[in-house]
């Protein structure tokens, strides 16, 4: 599979501004000068993934978030200084390529700062077309997967819980994660 990347010519010099709405938000692993709310228009944070790496395996896949078409998604914007734009841009690379799930591109975002700037960002936005794009799941089966899943990265439920934990300081609720973190909290995390 080949990653679906911008080209260097894409990543303009300069200050880079990425965009996170999943696990970006709460363990970006990059050096950044600046993080601001923000707002994507155009797509919004869904359930979406199957994770064969980092929250689950190809024999008992988890499920992580995926930008998908329609709707908005509030997350936060990272502005990294141009010296470590392109290092940045190789670590995400690393990180959400690892299957190549997601189509690299560029979407403008609404700050949500004082002077309600518009920027463009880096984003990550799931590729329908990719084995690993599970869809509308039910939110039966999308509590399944996030029970079961377990990967490199650590446990799908903690992955859950911490995305939530990070809207939540924001002042943000995003209903049906909510509604999951609120069914995975009321269990007894399994044993690994």
């Known amino acids: ?10 990543l303009a010099e300069g200050d880079l501004w ?4 999943g696990s970006l938000m709460w363990r970006p692993g990059f050096d950044f ?11 919004h944070r869904a359930l979406c993934v199957y994770s064969f790496v980092h929250r689950g395996t190809p024999e008992q896949p988890g499920l992580v978030l995926g930008l998908d078409r329609g709707g908005a998604c509030r997350g936060i914007a990272f502005r990294v200084a141009d010296k470590h734009r392109m290092q940045t841009v190789a670590y ?4 959400e390529q690892v299957t190549s799930v997601y189509r690299e ?3 403008s975002v ?29 939110p039966a089966e999308q509590l399944r997967l996030v ?4 990967g490199r990265s650590g446990a799908n439920r903690d992955y859950v819980l911490s995305t939530v934990h990070s809207l939540e300081a924001q002042g943000c609720r995003d209903p049906s994660l ?3 973190a609120e069914a995975l909290r009321d269990e007894t995390p399994p044993h690994r």
């Open 110 to 138: 609404w700050l949500e700062d004082d002077a309600r700037r518009r920027i463009s960002a880096l984003a990550y936005v799931v590729d329908r077309g990719h084995a690993q794009y599970a869809g509308r799941l039910t």
């Open 33 to 43: 000068v600046e993080q601001v709310p923000a707002r994507l228009i155009g797509e």
């Open 105 to 107: 591109v560029k979407r």
């Open 92 to 95: 995400l690379r690393e990180r």
């Open 178 to 180: 909510h509604r999951l």
């Open 1 to 10: 599979m080949s990653a679906k990347n911008l080209s260097d010519a894409e």
């Open 18 to 21: 990425v965009f996170g709405y």
């Open 147 to 150: 029970r079961q899943g377990h």
